[in-house]
């Protein structure tokens, strides 16, 4: 008699964020071309649901400067441009629009080019902290301003994406644990003035795969969220920085939700700091001392799990696969000319020789001796001391790791990793 298998949705629905919430983390900046090509990669893998870019400001996101110019590219591609929904094809692109500001600027894109993206995105936090550190609002003005936005992207037939973070906690004033009927209630609130769908996310890792099991199970209940608790409504976001994403995937996936997003190679989180060697604004101090190891869940390896269960993704696993080694072994690698570049850029501000900087991932130079000479040579009058050695000390952290590693991104996709076939029921597939 055979044994009992898990009750669980028949298929699901992917979306591979990697073009948005992956290069964003990465201190690099990747071309127009670069962006459009991974792009036409993961659409002729399959994927329905892709985000690409995020409106805010260039001085804050550099990452994104090219938001306007990497669309363009996207809809007049002959590979993927028919593909796209807006132009005609099946294929849902998001961008975020954190502001009202960043709002106009895509709303603007589609009025001159009659194209645009088909949902923006919006976030509110459950941790009011957290909030107004990655909102500069505090919620009540947001909520304001989201409704007032929600309203003018439909006028222009966009749909919104309200994002609730920290839902199962909060890395800001330390990994503190945050109530979950907070994530339910902001859900419905967005639901309820209009937004198309909430991507229910966890920013930084906080979930468990109990807690996360307990939360979907609230979103899914009529007697909490009314008509709201149809999965179709709801998305799962999970990054993995304490080593339960897949297993927050499985417990969501348990609780009936059937809609997900990740990344190749399970990059993502924080936007940058520093880009190419150059110091930026961001949106504030890192959360996580290894910032590059805080992604979402990797694209190869949710797949690969799920399709195993039995679990349809409509997804190409083989072309997934080598969309996923490609961005491994191209992307994440550090070209000599990249190198040297960063190197300049890093011996001009900080007045260390470039011979010295290499010292770093020989073991001959430390991160702190590093910044405090530097500290001498780029410090003002005027500014901040502590602050600037902290942005000094990012900097030669960062620096000893690419000189190390020779990569902008360490992949964590196991599936990539492990030299094994990807699962033994997928034989068939590649």
Not at 225 to 238: N, R, S, T
Request: net charge negative; hydrophobic share 40%; glycine share 10%.
């Amino acid at each position: 008699m055979p044994g009992k298998r898990l009750q669980l949705p028949k298929s699901v629905e992917i979306g591979d964020i990697t073009v948005r919430d992956g290069f964003q983390s990465l201190e690099h900046y990747f071309s127009v071309e670069e962006k459009v090509r991974l792009t036409e990669m993961l659409v002729s893998a399959g994927l329905k649901h892709i985000e690409v870019t995020n409106f805010g400001h260039p001085k804050f996101l550099p990452q994104f400067k090219d938001a306007e110019d990497l669309l363009l590219g996207m809809f007049n591609s002959e590979k993927i441009g028919p593909m796209l929904r807006a132009n005609g094809g099946d294929v849902w692109v998001t961008a975020v629009t954190i502001n009202e500001k960043a709002v106009v600027r895509a709303l603007d894109f589609k009025a001159k080019h009659g194209v645009g993206v088909d949902y923006l995105l919006q976030m509110v936090s459950t941790d009011p902290a957290h909030h107004q550190t990655n909102s500069g609002m505090a919620l009540d003005d947001y909520w304001k301003m989201t409704e007032r936005c929600t309203k003018m992207a439909a006028e222009q037939g966009i749909g919104m994406c309200g994002t609730v973070s920290t839902i199962w906690g909060s890395p800001i004033e330390g990994s503190r644990v945050t109530d979950l009927r907070t994530g339910v209630e902001f859900s419905k609130i967005y639901l309820d003035l209009g937004a198309s769908y909430i991507e229910q996310a966890d920013h930084d890792g906080s979930g468990d795969p109990q807690r996360v099991y307990e939360y979907f199970t609230m979103i899914l209940d009529p007697a909490l969220m009314g008509k709201w608790a149809d999965p179709k409504y709801h998305l799962a976001h999970f990054h993995t920085s304490r080593g339960m994403g897949l297993s927050n995937v499985l417990a969501a996936l348990m609780a009936g939700i059937y809609r997900f997003e990740s990344t190749l190679s399970g990059i993502g989180g924080q936007p940058a700091n520093l880009v190419d060697g150059s110091l930026i604004r961001g949106t504030g101090k890192y959360y996580h001392k290894e910032h590059l190891l805080s992604g979402l869940v990797g694209t190869e390896d949710v797949v690969v799990m799920l399709e195993s269960m039995g679990v349809k993704t409509g997804i190409d696993v083989k072309k997934l696969l080598e969309t996923g080694r490609v961005f491994r072994d191209e992307y994440l690698r550090i070209t000599p000319k990249q190198m040297d570049q960063m190197l300049q850029t890093v011996q001009t501000f900080s007045g260390i020789p470039r011979e010295r900087l290499l010292g770093l991932g020989e073991g001959k130079e430390s991160v702190d001796g590093l910044a405090e000479e530097a500290l001498k040579h780029v410090a003002q009058p005027e500014e901040d001391v502590q602050l600037v050695k902290d942005n000094l000390e990012l900097l030669f952290h960062s620096l000893d790791i690419y000189v190390r590693t020779g990569s902008w991104g360490v992949s964590r996709a196991e599936t990539l990793v492990s030299g094994v076939p990807p699962a033994p029921p997928l034989a068939h597939l590649l």
